[in-house]
């Protein structure tokens, strides 16, 4: 499967974005979706997760509360809904795809481009 992030940008701190990963296959819906940001200078970890169904979710403790994923598996698309930003949030931001749900960045097969969030103070 091919994804496509976008929706990245430059927002101030507090401000709101929006990122969309859009996939190439119809059996999206066979794919666990997660979202994992890389900041400079440090390692790849993950944001949110989403089930098949979109019936669960998973968010790291830093983004708890202010980030939201969902997926609409008709039109074979994943979002992070990113709230009340932090400078801490700067990073790329990557969409992964795999069959098998797992936390690690190895435990995906499929990763999209990258998008760039920059948050500033």
């Known amino acids: 499967v091919q994804l496509q992030a976008y929706g990245g940008g430059l927002v101030q701190a507090g401000g709101s974005l929006r990122l969309s990963c859009a996939a190439s296959e119809r059996t999206f819906g066979v794919y666990v979706m997660a979202w994992f940001r890389q900041a400079p200078g440090k390692e790849r970890e993950a944001v949110a997760r989403?089930?098949?169904?979109?019936?669960?979710?998973y968010y790291a403790d830093s983004v708890k509360g202010r980030f939201t994923i969902s997926r609409d598996n008709a039109k074979n698309t994943v979002y992070l809904q990113m709230n009340s930003l932090k400078p801490e949030d700067t990073a790329v931001y990557y969409c992964a795809a795999d069959p098998r749900a797992g936390a690690l960045p190895n435990d995906y097969g499929y990763w999209g481009q990258g998008t760039l969030v920059t948050v500033s103070s």
């Open positions: 989403i089930s098949r169904s979109g019936f669960s979710t």
